[in-house]
């Protein structure tokens, strides 16, 4: 086990979603697969097709793990791949991750979602990406917050107007019963 107790092939793909890292996320969820050209695939948008060892030390090490890692597995507080990768807007991972089968309504254990994610830093091509595959737009995490609200205390706009044109309720329910509403006073 590694840091945290997580299996180090588990650190590795988080990290490499966290930080934007394709390659090794390839290489962690299809090891032994040939290589994006060998396949006769074109490779995501920005991204070359290199060596292990020329990728990195995270490609290198992936290479060298031999099992597929779970595309849903987690880091210790529940936070998935797709949610790292939706946080720092890494849209070609987030496309790869939802092709390779990864939970779009997955929840940590604060009850934050990649959708959550996305608007809570205002990656609005990821938000409208994972609302194409279902994400909840309604969903709200432990303390009632909705990705609604996410946005709209971040100040993202367009993630904002993404969520309402997607059928985002403007006015929720709070867990205590309270009614909370956007853009209105409490009284």
Do not use: I
Not at 33 to 51: I, K, S
Not at 66 to 79: I, K, L, M, R, W
């Amino acid at each position: 086990m590694g840091e945290g107790g997580l299996p180090p092939a588990f650190q590795l793909l988080l990290r490499a979603c966290d930080q934007g890292d394709t390659e090794t996320a390839w290489r962690l969820l299809e090891p032994g697969a040939a290589e994006p050209a060998e396949r006769g695939a074109e490779p995501e948008a920005g991204a070359e097709t290199v060596g292990a060892e020329a990728a990195g030390p995270g490609a290198a090490a992936a290479a060298a793990v031999g099992a597929p890692v779970p595309v849903d597995c987690s880091d210790e507080a529940g936070n998935t791949a797709l949610q790292f990768a939706a946080a720092g807007g890494h849209e070609p991972l987030v496309r790869f991750l939802l092709r390779r089968g990864a939970s779009v309504n997955s929840r940590n254990h604060y009850g934050w979602s990649a959708l959550m994610q996305a608007a809570r830093f205002g990656h609005v091509s990821v938000a409208h990406l994972l609302l194409d595959h279902g994400a909840d737009v309604n969903a709200q995490n432990r303390l009632g917050a909705s990705v609604l609200t996410v946005a709209s205390r971040g100040g993202h706009l367009g993630v904002v107007k993404l969520l309402l044109e997607a059928g985002a309720f403007v006015d929720h329910h709070h867990p205590s019963g309270e009614q909370l509403g956007l853009g209105r006073q409490q009284g």
